[in-house]
């Protein structure tokens, strides 16, 4: 009896030891997350206006869909500079995560799929150390009046070199469509 | 203390003054455990061989002894001789009891039966420890999985977690050496943290019928026990070594046992795995690799009237997650499903990278308990355990190296229990438990909680009272009540929180709002009711026909009630809802069984039907910045599963012995009519043993295993754009593979080497026919082909 006598004393003891921390938690820094993209093309000529394309998607996998913005039209037979910025708002300041993908530039590219009737070509304007596209930086151009819509697409560890989307394999990052019109 | 050696003192002086020696000494001897009299047994005085039996009635007379102490031996053929100091005076009635078991107990170690039954009215599956050795390389998921009734919900080869009678996860409760496992048992693809090497024996109970471990298991409950330790002077060890050709690894496997005559006894095993990438018949399955490193310690004093027991292990493994199968949202997972082969296939490794998981599991037990004079056996237990959960996902940046997943899962249980032992027509058990559990999720993850903060509390209390009604009727009847407390921290999305208006109903557990998302603090509280009525009939010699009706209450887990975004592992967004209530599930079993030497058999049909049954399923397609993923809610119905196992074995001759199993069920949602998801489909288990036990034990075995397509499941496919070929595809989730067929080959072989060591070689061949197949229940098969063939050699030394 005397064992039982000394155990419930010592199993007391310890449930009092490990029940008495009751502090909130901290919320979660998510430093990973990409909620804002921004892609702005900047036109060869600099007479005529960028066009800045946005898609913002603060609560992540919330329920809320993403917020997609598109400052105006492109104009017929011109050149653009596309660049795109990546940010993390989550985080206050907001954290640039450009420089992420710059880094890790040999696992990541971005790809941009023209359709549903646009009138626009894209080629890369940059490159990883093994001399392959990463995609943050392109070049557009805006051919005949039209209108359609561009996907950008960013695979984390695609295959490199590859040929296009079809065989990059890899895992999806971030996938955002904008509804575009060339005048 | 004092008036004793005051006593002593008094009747030694006595003793001397006065040598008056026709005294008698009468008494009876009786069985420790039950009280019954003990008929023929020796009673011997030291020195003077003057020597008696025990009579009819038990009882033995000495006579002529002077007053004086005397040693007396006591033996009986059944009963371990034992030795007493008797002081007689005058004369003198003095009673011994005797440890009557002991023979049993020395079968025990051989057969490896005699594990007490769990429940009286419901027929239970066991694997003896010669049974169990056969799975030493794989996990406990395979081992259940030759059990009729039993198959497996799998994440590749490391992830086997059991379904019994079509449920899993917290609808299943696995008591380790009398421990309840509490390991973040509710994802899908988490399997139980158990070696199987440190059991040696395995109960199986399909149904909540065994309410001293449990009111919740509305699927069933899994008994593993260590190997029991006969009390006498010995020891003995094994260690097995085994070469594993699919996943080209290698496992290790010791146990050493001493025990001695007075009670005491120590076990200590241990146990390590290392296999490297697995293969399918036509490629290679990257990142499949598993390390896995066990130990146990068990140390006791065990006096049959009383005793005591410390009990550790430490479960630690490293499991990698197929590559292939880490993928983003729809659009990959249509490249995923589409794809003939793994979308990744690398050169063979032993290396564990990411999406990989790492569980280390302690336990500790200690457990008292002492028999009570003619009315029973009283324990006591206290159990600890620390359940560390890291799970890894391909990261970016400074996270790469980081866990996604980093839960740390603390319980304290206490329990008391109370067994009656005094008759042979009737038990009764009772027992009082408390339990004390924290879930510390790691923020440093830098991913958001997919568990919450929690602490929890269960107060529960169980009679279960069985009695022989006649010779061949057995009647059982059982109550169990659990109280449950929940006080948890939860941050959701401000977003989530409004969309469910959460804001409106449940204002009162805002802690207050940190950026967008919003502290919650709910506190909640279950009350579960479980009962068993069973009985059992025995007639014409062989047969035995079981009944039993079991009510079982099971409160939400954290994963039905708090899950709320992307559960990556499974590429969807899951949805909980704080305000479930208890699933309450009212379970008929009927078996009738026919223990035969020529034939026998068990035929187990029964109709299980769960009301506020939780189950996940599919409701929309969500549009994030990574992509569409598709959206996964919980949500409560009422579900009925019914189903049959049916065992037979039939020996041809002595050596020769067929073995067959089958096993049906179909799970529905009552509320819809549709089929529930992941319904185990039908399959047959035929088998051909040769055994010889005149050749070394030349054991052989051919067992063909066939399971059919599921036809009936929930459709869950869904629609999504893809722009780069700018067409709409289905992401086919739900339709099931085809059916197959795979042959196993088994067989071992001893040789003696002395007297006290044996040698064991088996050569087992799984997937003989390196069939290609997928299992329903995987959830790889979207992605790749189930394990193709593997050789296992293994040789055991028994010492």
């Known amino acids: 009896m005397k064992i039982v006598q000394f155990l419930s004393t010592a199993i007391f003891a310890s449930a009092l030891i490990f029940s008495c921390s009751s502090d909130d938690p901290d919320p979660v820094v998510e430093e990973e997350v990409i909620t804002t993209m921004t892609i702005t093309l900047e036109p060869f000529d600099d007479q005529i206006s960028s066009v800045i394309l946005q898609t913002q998607d603060l609560d992540g996998d919330g329920p809320d869909i993403p ?117 | ?72 031996q006591i033996s009986h053929p059944y009963c371990l001789t034992k030795g007493f100091k008797v002081r007689v005076f005058e004369d003198t009635n003095k009673s011994f009891k005797l440890e009557h078991h002991i023979e049993e107990l020395n079968q025990i170690t051989i057969e490896g039966k005699a594990y007490s039954n769990k429940s009286k009215t419901v027929l239970e599956s066991t694997l003896n420890k010669e049974e169990l050795e056969r799975f030493s390389t794989g996990t406990l998921g395979n081992a259940l999985n030759s059990l009729s009734g039993v198959s497996s919900l799998n994440t590749g080869n490391g992830v086997v977690k059991p379904i019994i009678n079509g449920l899993h996860s917290s609808r299943i409760v696995i008591m380790n050496n009398g421990v309840r496992m509490e390991d973040q048992r509710w994802g899908a693809e988490h399997a139980p943290n158990i070696d199987i090497n440190s059991a040696g024996n395995l109960t199986l109970i399909k149904g909540a019928a065994a309410l001293q471990y449990s009111g919740d298991a509305t ?61 399918a018949p036509n490629y290679l399955l990257s990142n499949t690799g598993v390390s896995e490193r066990n130990a146990s310690i068990k140390i006791g004093f065990n006096r049959f009237d009383y005793g005591i027991e410390a009990y550790y292990s430490i479960f630690k493994n490293q499991l990698g997650i197929l590559r292939a199968s880490h993928l983003g949202g729809a659009g990959d997972q249509v490249r995923g499903i589409a794809s003939p082969i793994p979308l990744i296939i690398n050169d063979f490794s032993y290396d564990i990278d990411a999406p990989r998981q790492e569980v280390t599991h302690q336990l500790g037990r200690i457990i008292g308990y002492k028999e009570l004079n003619r009315r029973g056996k009283l324990s006591f237990q206290y159990d600890y355990q620390l359940n560390n959960r890291l799970e890894y996902d391909i990261r970016r940046g400074d996270d790469r190296n980081k866990a996604s997943t980093d839960l740390e899962l603390i319980t304290h249980t206490v329990q008391t229990n109370f067994e009656t032992n005094k008759s042979n027509t009737h038990h009764i058990k009772t027992g009082i438990i408390g339990r004390y559990q924290k879930n510390y999720p790691d923020p440093g993850t830098g991913i ?85 009525l069973g009985a059992t009939y025995s007639f014409k010699d062989n047969y035995k026909l079981f009944f039993n009706y079991s009510l079982a209450s099971r409160a939400p887990n954290p994963s039905e009630l708090f899950s709320e975004g992307l ?78 196992d049916v065992d037979a074995s039939y ?12 096993s049906l069920v179909k799970g529905y949602d009552r509320s819809t009519n549709q089929p529930l998801i992941n319904m185990p489909p039908a399959n047959f288990k035929n088998e051909i043993v040769y055994k010889n036990s005149a050749y070394n034990n ?102």
């Open chain 2, 698 to 799: 030349l054991r052989i075995s051919l067992q063909s295993a066939y399971v059919f397509r599921q036809n009936e499941f929930p459709n869950t496919n869904f629609e999504v754009y893809i722009p780069e070929t700018e067409t709409s595809e289905i992401v086919d989730f739900s339709t099931p593979p085809n059916a197959y067929h795979l042959l196993n080959f088994n067989s071992s072989i001893d040789f003696k080497t002395s007297n006290k060591t044996a040698l064991t070689v088996g050569l087992e061949i799984s997937n003989l026919l390196n069939t290609s197949y997928r299992n329903y229940l995987s959830r790889l098969r979207l992605y790749a082909d189930d394990l193709g063939r593997n050789f296992l050699l293994t040789i055991k030394l028994n010492y």
């Open chain 2, 651 to 662: 020996p041809i001759n002595k050596k020769l012995k067929l073995n067959h199993q089958f």
């Open chain 2, 1 to 72: 203390m004092r008036n004793y050696a005051l006593f002593v003192l008094l009747f030694s002086s006595i003793t001397t003054l006065s040598q008056n020696c026709d005294n008698t000494l009468t008494g009876k001897v009786t069985d420790i455990h039950d009280g019954q009299m003990l008929v023929g047994v020796t009673l011997t005085i030291a020195n003077t061989e003057q020597s008696v039996q025990t009579g009819l009635d038990g009882i033995f007379t000495f006579s002529n002894l002077c007053d004086d102490t005397y040693y007396i």
């Open chain 2, 448 to 532: 958001r909680r997919l568990i919450p903060d929690y602490t929890k509390y269960d107060l529960g209390g169980y009679a279960v009272f069985d009695t022989n009604i006649s010779e061949s009727l057995i009647i059982e009847l059982g109550g169990r009540f659990d109280y449950t407390h929940m006080n948890v921290y939860k941050f959701y999305r401000t977003s989530f929180w409004e969309s469910r208006n959460y804001d409106i109903l449940l204002p009162e557990i805002v802690v207050e709002e940190v950026g967008a998302q919003i502290l919650t603090q709910p506190k909640l509280n279950y009350y579960n009711s479980s009962a068993t």
């Open chain 1, 67 to 183: 917020e997609v913005t598109v400052s105006g039209n492109l104009l017929e037979n011109k050149m653009y500079y596309g660049s795109i910025v990546l940010l993390n708002e989550t985080e206050d300041p907001a954290e640039n995560m450009t420089e992420e993908i710059e880094e890790e530039s040999l696992e990541h590219q971005f790809f941009y799929t023209i359709e549903n009737g646009l009138d626009a070509i894209t080629e890369y304007n940059d490159v990883d150390p093994d001399l392959n596209p990463i995609g943050l930086d392109f070049v557009l151009t805006a051919n005949a009046v039209s209108s359609g819509s561009i996907t950008f697409t960013l695979r984390h560890m695609p295959t490199k070199p590859n040929t296009g989307l079809e065989d990059a394999g890899g895992e999806t990052d971030i996938e955002a469509t904008f509804e575009l019109s060339i005048q």
């Open chain 2, 567 to 644: 559960h990556h592992s499974a590429s969807r967004i899951e949805l909980g809802d704080l305000r479930f209530n208890s699933e309450v599930g009212h379970k008929f079993a009927l078996t009738l069984r026919n223990n035969n030497k020529n034939f026998s058999f068990s035929i187990q049909p029964y109709i299980n039907t769960i009301n506020d049954f939780i189950l996940i399923e599919p409701v929309d397609v969500r549009q994030t910045i990574r992509g569409n993923f598709q959206v996964w809610e919980y949500r409560q119905t009422n579900a009925q599963l019914i189903g049959v």
């Open chain 2, 219 to 279: 699927g069933g409950i899994i008994i593993v026990e260590a190997p029991r330790i006969a009390v006498k002077d010995t020891l003995f060890g094994k260690t097995s070594i085994s070469g594993i050709s699919n996943g080209r690894g290698v496992s290790i496997n010791s146990r050493i046992t001493k025990s001695n005559l007075n009670g005491w006894y120590t076990s200590i095993q241990g146990s390590l795995k290392r296999t490297g990438d697995t293969e």
